[in-house]
């Protein structure tokens, strides 16, 4: 088959870094990702107390950080409801970044990635523009550009505090030069007013992220009846396209897997998705069996191979290294068949 739309290959994105080697949002893992040729990293983004963005896929950080180990911060284990869900930790919000710098990342799933754990208490949780510092310097060392890709994490919840996430993110972006509709940076999120508002104050890429279940938070809080699957329709894309440039789709969304975790045929998201004038992005591919689908065990580049066959754009990879192996693969260039 013959990749459309595009006239460049399929992008990788090192998801949270190169997290299969390196405990995910460190500055270790996003050069690493970079290293193992990545376009993009990916920061998941949560604010401080003061109004600070730092990379951590949740604003309760006892799975991603020492904090429980730090007697001087026991008192601010708290239980908070987060979308929704009731989440029992230490929030992001509750420290300032001074604090939040004498904490050290750690391994979230070390019983799959022990290899990680060796690294765990030595990693600095990162700035935004720690982050963008270390893309500089890398892209001017290999003299190739590497984007950014960062994802607002629960934008409603942050709002609601008054630690919204859109004007600081869009102010660091600025101020480093991320400008245009060309610039090397998507913005994402799996709620959709978030992005609509960002629509109306940027020309940066914007991203809608669609998983397998369920509905955008703000949806939620809205009353509104539509999901997902509302918005991964032919209809659904051609509204997410007067707002973003891309949408960021769970794998299953192109194809389901059966209850026994093998493939079905592919659905028509992607082919949708291009007619509407969207990217396509697919998350999230990982090298252990546990994630790969019946199809695939043991076999982690087959699995990149079928999507890529199916005219994706682009792919969230923890081994960005696996994924650029298959990108190299003559058969999955521009316009071969």
């Given amino acids: 088959m013959t990749r459309i739309l595009q006239n460049t290959p399929a992008i990788i ?9 390196r405990p995910e949002h460190t500055l270790a893992a996003y ?46 284990q708290t239980t908070k409801i987060i979308d929704g869900e009731s989440k029992t930790g230490w929030f992001t919000e509750d420290f300032t970044l001074t604090e939040i710098k004498t904490l050290r990342a750690k391994e979230r799933i070390g019983q799959l990635r ?42 409603t919840y942050f709002q609601s505090i ?12 600025t101020a480093n030069g991320y400008q245009g509709a060309n610039a090397p940076v998507f913005i994402q999120s799996f709620e959709v007013g978030n992005l609509q508002d960002l629509s109306t104050k940027t020309d940066l890429p914007l991203v809608q992220l669609l998983n397998d279940s369920g509905k955008p938070y703000d949806f939620v809080v809205s ?19 007067k707002y973003a440039q891309a949408v960021g789709v769970h794998k299953n969304l192109l194809v389901p897997r059966d209850s026994n975790g093998k493939l ?12 509407a004038g969207l990217l396509v992005h697919v998350w999230t591919f990982r090298n252990e069996d546990c994630f790969l689908p019946l199809d695939f065990q043991g076999n982690p580049q087959g699995e990149y191979e079928l999507f890529f066959s199916l005219g994706i754009d682009g792919v969230f990879s923890d081994y960005p290294d696996t994924a650029f192996a ?7 260039k521009l316009g071969s068949p």
Avoid: M, W
């Fill in 13 to 21: 994105i090192a998801h949270r870094g190169a997290s299969g080697y």
């Fill in 264 to 275: 079905q045929s592919p659905t028509s998201l992607v082919t949708d998705a291009h007619a």
């Fill in 326 to 332: 298959v990108t190299e693969n003559p058969r999955f």
């Fill in 114 to 155: 022990s290899q990680n754990t060796t690294y765990d208490g030595l990693l600095e949780i990162p700035t935004l523009q720690e982050i963008i510092d270390l893309v500089k310097v890398k892209s001017a060392e290999i003299n190739r550009a590497i984007g950014i890709y960062p994802e607002t994490k629960h934008p």
């Fill in 162 to 173: 008054g630690l919204a996430l859109e004007a600081p993110l869009l102010a660091t972006l």
């Fill in 223 to 241: 009353g509104c009846n539509r999901t997902y699957a509302d918005l991964a329709t032919a209809s659904g894309l051609e509204e997410i396209a």
């Fill in 31 to 76: 050069e690493l990702g970079i290293a193992l040729g990545a376009d993009y990293i990916e920061p998941d983004l949560v604010s401080t107390k003061d109004g600070v963005l730092i990379a951590r896929h949740e604003n309760e950080i006892s799975e991603t950080t020492d904090v429980a180990s730090h007697a001087e911060f026991a008192y601010r």
